[in-house]
């Protein structure tokens, strides 16, 4: 082979590489390009429905709360609700919240008060996802507050899910299964937790 041939050679070897490392570039791009687009254009809220945002009570509470989540997405931006509850009573009440029943896409669990409690759906909610639920009353992450006389309480609850986790596997599963089951099922929310309020007078 002459000297002409391997320079020729090797010309075209160089053009080789930098073609397929463009094509691989471009591809990555369009793949970012593509869920960046994706997530800009899902948004996500928490929807919920109660009889009163505001509870002024003088004896005692006792309101289911439905908490719906429409879409599930790795660096969703995080979403609050609060209801507060104002002690109009002449006694010092306690203020709680639990979950009855939770659906996580096509998953559903009932706290049956013996072997799954409602503490157990909230501390799943908190530590079982990438994303997270969490309950809090006053700022702290309880499921019980004493409430003085004339005193509020606000109950939140908040959902957020990090881009990055710190969980590359799960984060990676839990995405794929959320945009499957969003696709197949547009009208269902990925997530309805079914919760209780209840405030009752201290003895």
């Known amino acids: 082979m002459g000297i002409n041939s391997r320079k020729i ?14 094509f691989l570039i471009l591809i990555l791009v369009i793949n970012v390009l593509g869920w960046y687009i994706y997530i800009s254009e899902v948004s996500s809220d928490i929807t919920t429905h109660v009889k009163a945002w505001k509870i002024d009570f003088d004896n005692s509470v006792n309101q289911d709360v439905n908490f719906v989540v429409d879409d599930l997405y790795p660096g969703m931006e995080t979403q609050t609700k609060e209801i507060q509850l104002t002690n109009s009573g002449e006694m010092d009440a306690v203020v709680s919240v639990t979950v009855l029943q939770m659906r996580i896409l096509e998953d559903t669990y009932v706290a ?13 909610l908190s530590n079982d996802y990438p994303f997270s639920v969490k309950f809090y009353i006053d700022g702290e992450e309880v499921t019980e507050k004493d409430v003085l006389i004339n005193a509020t309480a606000t109950i ?8 990055e986790s710190g969980d590359d596997a799960t984060d990676t599963y839990w995405g794929n299964a959320a945009y499957d089951f969003m696709n197949e099922n547009p009208d269902t929310p990925c997530i309805q937790i079914n919760a209780k309020v209840i405030a009752n007078q201290k003895e």
Request: proline share 3%; net charge neutral.
């Open 9 to 22: 050679l090797r010309v075209l070897r160089k053009s080789v590489r930098l073609k397929t490392l463009i």
């Open 112 to 124: 049956d008060g013996t072997t799954v409690t409602g503490d157990d759906l909230i501390d799943s």
């Open 156 to 163: 939140v609850v908040e959902i957020s899910w990090p881009f």
